[in-house]
């Protein structure tokens, strides 16, 4: 026997459909979803309509989606607008955030992406991203497994460097 599933909707806060998706826990879906996502952040509002069954609601999908033309939905190839996010200002922001703590931590000292996502107000995929260029050729941070950054080093001058 099928069990019910979600269809949901993901829009901004000027009512602009984001994503259109099913699932059969759709807060998990969204978990997923945050971690994932560049453009998650910009999600203000969902909505949640249950079908039967994944079958039903999958078709309901298909439907729906050619129909309503998500903007992030890259199933719906006729969607003229169905675009990546650029999230290279988000991107930026992480960097700053991160120099400045860094300035102020001490060596060995975590700092988490879930943190810097939150501080900086962009999704933890955004945050991740940024953060993993701060590894690289020298950069103040080490690490980066299960979302956690380690000060590597506060060697004057490295701020201005990166």
């Known amino acids: 026997m099928s069990k019910q599933t979600a269809l949901y909707r993901l829009f901004d806060e000027n009512d602009r459909l984001l994503y259109l998706g099913i699932a059969r826990d759709p807060e998990s879906r969204w978990k997923l979803h945050s971690d994932r996502q560049t453009w998650w952040h910009l999600v203000a509002r969902k909505t949640v309509e ?20 998500p903007l992030f939905d890259k199933a719906n190839k006729k969607a003229a ?3 990546e996010y650029d999230d290279s200002k ?6 700053a955030w991160v120099l400045d703590q860094v300035s ?3 060596p060995n000292w975590e700092i988490g992406v879930g ?8 999704s933890r995929t955004s945050a991740r991203h940024a953060m993993y260029t701060l590894t690289r050729e020298g950069g103040p941070l ?16 490295r701020r201005s460097a990166a």
């Open 90 to 95: 988000e991107r930026a922001r992480v960097v």
């Open 104 to 106: 102020v931590s001490q």
């Open 115 to 122: 943190s810097a996502a939150r501080a900086c107000g962009t």
């Open 50 to 69: 249950w079908y039967a069954d994944r079958d039903a609601a999958k078709a309901a999908e298909k439907q729906l989606t050619a129909r309503e033309m």
């Open 142 to 157: 080490r690490g980066g497994t299960q979302g956690r950054f380690i000060v590597a080093d506060k060697t004057p001058g």
């Open 81 to 83: 607008e169905a675009v």
